[in-house]
């Protein structure tokens, strides 16, 4: 038997949207986006992983419904996070007549809703766009907010937009064909919610890590809600990361960022980057004395239950690391800022924590 379908709302004006949750929901995907938009003609975009899995489906069924499709498919992994990509992608779609009335439907990870994201923000300065994220990570966090773009070789989608998908669509079924790790990376962005602003989410989560271990339906349903629901009132607050209070959601990310250029974006996962990369953070709130070594061991114990990352890969040099953060986009005049948390459930931004600091976090 099904869980029962639900719906986050993100509450932003005339660009709000609805985000649904659920099993089974790819088979409705036509109708959830013409019931939001009068759309004759999609560019579904995806990869070469997802295409035979689920994407060819969601294709029929657009093309049953009646819409004209074209589907372009591009290499999965993070290296499509880049420019030439996205060139491509905008050639194609000149060629296939895509106008302004075309709508930009993206089937597959974080990878593709970037890439896509970003691909339909700025052809014909902006088509209309709707996610149907197929990965955890996905689904918890980056088809969510409207920060889409590419990844320069040495920062971190640093080519960009904000640009807010009309409708999201989450079918938690799709998740039975990821692999063990993709699933676990994942993980990290759910823990990140809870560390970042609700402690009984945090507890939630170790309470229930063997029925998330186990992909349970009903558990997951309720992390990718919540975990939309904390998202949505962060964006909502701060859309374009503008007042500080979103950049909360890049707990992690300083150090994670860092990690995925330094190791040239594919070796470490994104989710397993901001895993370490949340370890490291907490560790250099303990030596500012923000929070006693409690907090981080808590972190650390739960993101292994996990089954995650939380120590530097063998070999990586920690200085490297604190150079290529100078490229973050939170760097702000001439200071790297940090994301460091005060406990489970609340985190604050920091300028200036010394340099040696920084490093003897990631030891
Ligand atoms: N925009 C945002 O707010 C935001 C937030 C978090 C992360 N991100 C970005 O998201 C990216 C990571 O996303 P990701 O972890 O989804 O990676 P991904 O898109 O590379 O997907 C991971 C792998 O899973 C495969 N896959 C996808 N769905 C599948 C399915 N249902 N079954 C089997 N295989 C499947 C993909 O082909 C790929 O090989 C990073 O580039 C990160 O920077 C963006
Ligand atoms: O949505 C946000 O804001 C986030 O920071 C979510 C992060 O999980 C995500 O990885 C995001 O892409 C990072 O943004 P960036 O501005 O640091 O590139
Ligand atoms: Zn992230």
Not at 269 to 286: K, N, P, Q, T
Request: with cysteine; net charge negative.
């Amino acid at each position: 038997m099904s869980e029962p379908a639900t719906t986050v709302r993100v509450n932003l004006a005339e660009r709000g949207y609805d985000i649904h949750i659920g099993q089974g929901l790819l088979a409705g995907a036509a109708s959830f986006i013409t019931d939001r938009r009068k759309a004759k003609h999609v560019v579904l975009i995806t990869d070469d992983n997802v295409d035979g899995l689920h994407a060819d489906r969601v294709a029929d069924q657009l093309v049953e419904a009646g819409l004209e499709v074209n589907v372009m498919t591009v290499d999965a992994g993070e290296a499509s996070k880049d420019v030439d990509v996205a060139a491509e992608l905008w050639e194609t779609m000149l060629q296939e007549g895509t106008d302004r009335q075309s709508v930009v439907l993206a089937v597959g990870g974080g990878v593709v809703g970037d890439l896509a994201g970003w691909v339909a923000a700025s052809y014909a300065r902006g088509l209309t766009f709707f996610q149907a994220p197929t990965t955890l990570l996905s689904q918890v966090d980056s088809s969510v907010g409207g920060k889409v773009g590419v990844n320069l070789p040495g920062a971190k989608n640093m080519v960009g937009a904000f640009w807010q998908p009309h409708g999201v669509v989450i079918d938690i079924d799709v998740l039975s064909t990821l692999t063990d790790r993709d699933y676990r990376a994942g993980l990290a962005e759910v823990v990140k919610y809870g560390v970042i602003m609700d402690a009984d989410f945090f507890a939630m989560l170790e309470a229930n890590a063997d029925a998330i271990n186990n992909r349970d339906p009903q558990t997951l349903i309720q992390i990718i809600a919540r975990s939309c629901q904390l998202k949505a009132e962060v964006v909502e607050a701060d859309e374009r990361e503008e007042s500080g209070r979103r950049a909360i959601l890049n707990y992690g990310h300083t150090f994670g960022h860092a990690l995925e250029a330094a190791t040239g974006y594919g070796p470490l996962l994104h989710g397993e980057g901001v895993s370490i990369g949340m370890v490291c953070a907490s560790r250099l709130a303990e030596s500012m004395g923000l929070i006693d070594s409690g907090t981080t061991s808590r972190q650390v114990a739960l993101l292994e239950k996990l089954g995650l990352p939380t120590s530097l890969p063998a070999g990586q040099d920690p200085a490297e690391l604190v150079s290529l953060m100078w490229r973050d986009k939170k760097v702000q005049d001439g200071k790297i800022r940090f994301v460091l948390p005060t406990r489970i459930g609340e985190v604050q931004l920091f300028d200036s924590p010394a340099q040696q600091a920084v490093v003897e976090s990631m030891r």
